[in-house]
Antibody, heavy 119, light 107 residues
Framework: EVQLLESGGGLVQPGGSLRLSCAAS????????MSWVRQAPGKGLEWVSI????????YYPDSLKGRVTISRDNFKNMLYLQMNSLRVEDTAVYFC????????????WGQGTLVTVSS | EIVLTQSPGTLSLSPGERATLSCRAS???????LAWYQQKPGQAPRLLIY???IRATGIPDRFSGTGSGTDFTLTISRLEPEDFAVYYC????????FGQGTKVEIK
């Protein structure tokens, strides 16, 4: 059974940092490009970042470039998202999602971890 | 960057009725790189359709996707109680943009 389990969310003050993790199992993690997608409370889905299956390529939307860094460890089947200079508007549930190639739909989704940025 | 606009924002229907959801792109979509997802409250999105018209594994055949270019449609032929949810379209090019969603609610 495919599982993506996010962790690391919580309450952080504006300007702070947080590192999210996603543990993958049940599929060949190293064959999948992985992304982070977020959803602010009561809002729609917003793609945050993607990393290639090998980790050699990453891509971010312009709105988040410089504040987030995606990485992965294929030996541990783990995906990470380092978020810095957090803002109130970064408050959201953060999902990890897997796709079979760089330009592809999100086949697998985790259940998400909530990040709350508030003073 | 392509912007996806979904309509209507909310669709109020009864079980057994047909649901027609629209997703319009601001410019022509690359190939048929268009997916549809279903999301229920407190849950992760679930892939329904990819390649504009291909049902994902395990998706009932009452769900169908059509379209090309800038206009795409998700049709649910006969709504089941479990189909009341929010539906998102996505263009999986470099922007990986999502539409803003259509909520299908019970009338």
């Amino acid at each position: 059974e495919v599982q993506l389990l996010e962790s690391g969310g919580g309450l952080v003050q504006p300007g702070g940092s947080l590192r999210l993790s996603c543990a993958a199992s049940g599929f060949t993690f190293s064959s999948y490009a992985m992304s982070w997608v977020r959803q602010a409370p009561g809002k729609g889905l917003e793609w945050v970042s993607i990393i290639s299956n090998t980790g050699g390529r990453t891509y971010y939307p312009d709105s988040l470039k410089g504040r987030v860094t995606i990485s992965r460890d294929n030996f541990k089947n783990m995906l990470y998202l380092q978020m810095n200079s957090l803002r109130v508007e970064d408050t959201a549930v953060y999902f990890c999602a897997g796709s079979t190639s760089w330009f592809n739909y999100f086949h697998y989704w985790g259940q998400g971890t909530l990040v709350t940025v508030s003073s | 960057e392509i912007v996806l606009t979904q309509s209507p924002g909310t669709l109020s229907l009864s079980p057994g009725e047909r649901a027609t959801l629209s997703c319009r792109a601001s410019q022509s979509v690359t190939g048929t790189y268009l997916a549809w997802y279903q999301q229920k409250p407190g849950q992760a999105p679930r892939l329904l359709i990819y390649g504009a018209s291909i049902r994902a594994t395990g998706i009932p055949d009452r769900f169908s996707g059509t379209g090309s270019g800038t206009d795409f449609t998700l049709t649910i032929s006969r709504l089941e109680p479990e189909d009341f949810a929010v539906y998102y379209c996505q263009h999986y090019d470099s922007s990986r943009a999502f539409g803003q969603g259509t909520k299908v609610e019970i009338k």
